[in-house]
């Protein structure tokens, strides 16, 4: 199993980016997929969900209406479009697999993904 993201960079306030989590290793199409991002010092927290077809898609209150998560199976690829983007949004930002049998109210806990990629940082300022 293997998550690889990519697309962080550094970014004015205000400013956008699309960030890419390409998997391999396993049927990508299966699995709920999680964004999932830490700033120095704090713990890993949840960004947005996105179910197997990609029908239904949760996020953290702070990023609703700027961020869209989307996928696509036949690439084995999801991405995070961030618009608007905040200082308080720096953070490196991972992509994570749900782990199979998870209910519905575990999707937003970071200790139900079984797979991580490596991270891609992302630095919002001026």
């Known amino acids: 199993v293997q998550l690889v993201e990519s697309g962080g960079g550094l970014v004015q306030p205000g400013g956008s980016l699309r960030l890419s989590c390409e998997a391999s290793?396993?049927?990508?199409?299966?699995?709920?997929m999680g964004w999932f991002r830490q700033a120095p010092g704090k713990e890993r927290e949840f960004v947005a969900f996105?179910?197997?077809?990609?029908?239904?898609?949760a996020y953290r209150d702070s990023v609703k209406g700027r961020f869209t998560i989307f996928r696509d199976n036949a690439r084995d690829t999801m991405y995070l479009h961030m618009n608007s983007l905040k200082p308080e949004d720096t953070a490196v930002y991972h992509c994570g697999r749900l782990r199979g049998g998870a209910s519905v109210y575990q999707r937003q806990n970071s200790q139900n993904y079984d797979a991580w990629g490596q991270g891609t940082r992302v630095t919002v300022s001026s």
């Open positions: 290793g396993f049927t990508f199409s299966y699995y709920v």
């Open positions: 996105i179910s197997a077809s990609g029908s239904t898609t």
